[in-house]
């Protein structure tokens, strides 16, 4: 069995997931938990929870998953559990962020839907910026949950829809459809499979279903086959582990379902550009900050 990526996975920031219970919900000031990162939080992600995060003051790089965004405040980020995320910002940076358990929203068609599943990032110029009433809600939301932390997971619940819905309303239709059943089953397949030799058969034949329908399904709810599907999550998982781990080329190869390291380049460099080394490398020179990816300057290739 291949070893499970490196890559550390909390609750609230630094905190263990086996041993921190911060309830449904928790809000904090991103330099509340000063003294732990001091401004530089290396990638990690969040497997129970999903967070809103509005930066009030300062600038510095996010990381989420492959993407490198430098920012000045005001900004607002979601970042769907499992989304492997970091930054690294300048003195007098801060920012409120929300973090809700994923079981306690999922009710919300909302937070059901394909949108809740994607980062958003609202930064200006290129994307719209967070507008006065996001600040609004996010602020209310903190200064609730300051005063009375164990009376406020309906409120702050409330507010993250308010706010999501905000923040959708910018940069898409604020008419979200749901994710289809079967189309959240496929999701859990892909995710549960990808590193498997699972061909389209094998996923038809778990979903009761023939390979065109499941291509028909899939075509519908995402616009793509289940081919590209499968290619696009072994892909995002390849750049996570080039990005974040110090595992080499073979191992990653291996870790996301090609045991044959030739191949797993040639897949890869179809599909970035760039072969493993190089992306790796480039990816390196573009951060340049330890801190922000966890891995030491000394990373082999």
């Avoid at 290396?42 to 809103?52: K, S, T, V």
């Avoid at 970042?79 to 358990?101: K, N, Q, T, W, Y």
């Avoid at 209310?140 to 959708?168: D, F, K, M, N």
Wanted: charged share 20%; proline share 7%; hydrophobic share 40%.
């Amino acid at each position: 069995m291949p070893q499970k990526p490196e890559i550390p996975s909390f609750l609230t920031y630094g905190i263990n997931t086996k041993t921190d219970d911060i309830g449904f919900v928790h809000v904090e000031n991103v330099m509340d938990r000063k003294s732990l990162h001091n401004g530089h939080v290396p990638a990690h992600r969040h497997e129970q929870i999903f967070q809103l995060c509005f930066w009030t003051d300062g600038s510095g790089t996010y990381v989420i998953e492959d993407r490198l965004i430098e920012f000045q405040a005001p900004m607002f980020v979601f970042i769907p559990a499992r989304v492997v995320h970091g930054f690294s910002v300048s003195s007098g940076s801060d920012a409120i962020v929300f973090s809700l358990a994923s079981s306690y929203t999922d009710t919300d068609p909302l937070f059901k839907s394909i949108a809740a599943r994607t980062p958003l990032v609202l930064a200006g110029p290129e994307q719209p910026k967070p507008t006065p009433l996001m600040l609004t809600l996010m602020q209310a939301g903190y200064e609730r949950y300051r005063i009375a932390p164990e009376t406020s997971q309906s409120v702050i619940r409330g507010l993250a829809i308010a706010i999501l819905g905000e923040a959708l309303s910018l940069t898409r239709s604020a008419r979200v459809p749901d994710e289809s059943a079967a189309a959240v089953r496929i999701r859990s397949l892909i995710e549960e499979h990808f590193r498997d030799a699972w061909s389209i058969t094998d996923y038809a034949r778990a979903l009761g279903q023939t390979p065109y329908q499941i291509n028909t399904t899939t075509q519908a709810a995402f616009g793509q086959s289940l081919k590209r599907l499968i290619i696009e999550r072994r892909l995002l998982e390849s750049k996570r582990l080039l990005a974040f781990t110090i595992r080499p080329i073979e191992a990653i190869a291996a870790e996301v379902g090609i045991p044959d390291p030739a191949y797993f380049s040639r897949f890869f460099h179809t599909f970035s550009g760039l072969s493993p080394r190089e992306w790796r490398r480039q990816w390196a020179e573009n951060t340049k900050d330890s801190l922000l990816t966890g891995i030491p300057d000394n990373t082999p290739a």
